[in-house]
């Protein structure tokens, strides 16, 4: 029986582009009773009455150029970012668009929730620590970061990283590798070092066949809403 004198649980709405990403984050934040995920959004306005929007940066680079930063300054209450490349840049460009918070994605749950408790109780808060580049060995397979397991992105199943994932994500919508290689803040050998281990573990060979793979997996963006 919850306890009376126990503060009421943050509301919490998810948002991003794919389904499947906030519905991983939401996954991850279940069972903290300090949060309560109200809606999950992705490509959608947010709908409910919430204490704090968190936008998950998965398939994103920067934040000026993005519905990141037109969503940041829509809404009332406060934005907190959460993703794998959060550089110097990347914050400044948050914070000066009116985000309150920027947590990396190798946060574990309980980390994410003190930054939204914090950030929902007026601070502004930046965590970069334990933020590292997913790196390929010589064999081209490639270790996920701490604290990955703890959530889902598309492709997570048929054996991509999380960068990867953003990779076909980001073919899948069209981009070129230079396209790719600019928005990401990656070199173009790094690019297609990703995409070579990613069309081995799809099972494909040609760019067409990669972008319907992505399509049929579930990285082509999609707006749908989940309330409650």
């Not at 073919?171 to 990613?198: C, F, P, W």
Request: proline content about 4%.
């Amino acid at each position: 029986m919850p306890d009376p004198s126990s503060p009421a649980p943050i509301r919490v709405a998810v948002v991003n582009d794919h389904e499947v990403v906030v519905a991983g984050v939401a996954a991850m934040l279940a069972g903290d009773d300090r949060v309560r995920v109200v809606e999950l959004a992705s490509r959608v306005p947010v709908l409910s009455e919430v204490d704090v929007v968190l936008y998950d940066l998965y398939a994103r680079a920067r934040v000026a150029e993005q519905q990141a930063g037109r969503l940041i300054s829509s809404l009332s209450v406060p934005v907190v970012l959460f993703g794998w490349q959060l550089d110097d840049v990347l914050v400044e460009e948050a914070l000066s668009a009116g985000a309150r918070g920027c947590v990396p994605k190798s946060a574990t749950a309980a980390e994410l929730v003190d930054v939204l408790t914090r950030v929902h109780a007026g601070e502004v808060v930046v965590r970069l620590e334990a933020v590292a580049e997913e790196s390929a060995d010589d064999h081209g397979e490639e270790r996920a970061l701490p604290g990955s397991r703890q959530l889902q992105w598309p492709g997570k199943a048929e054996g991509l990283s999380a960068r990867e994932s953003e990779i076909i994500a980001l073919i899948t919508q069209g981009l070129t590798n230079e396209d790719i290689a600019a928005r990401a803040h990656l070199s173009i050998n790094s690019v297609k070092t990703y995409i070579r281990t990613s069309y081995r573990k799809m099972g494909v060979e040609r760019r067409s066949q990669a972008v319907l793979w992505g399509v049929q997996h579930g990285f082509a963006p999609e707006a749908a809403r989940r309330i409650g």
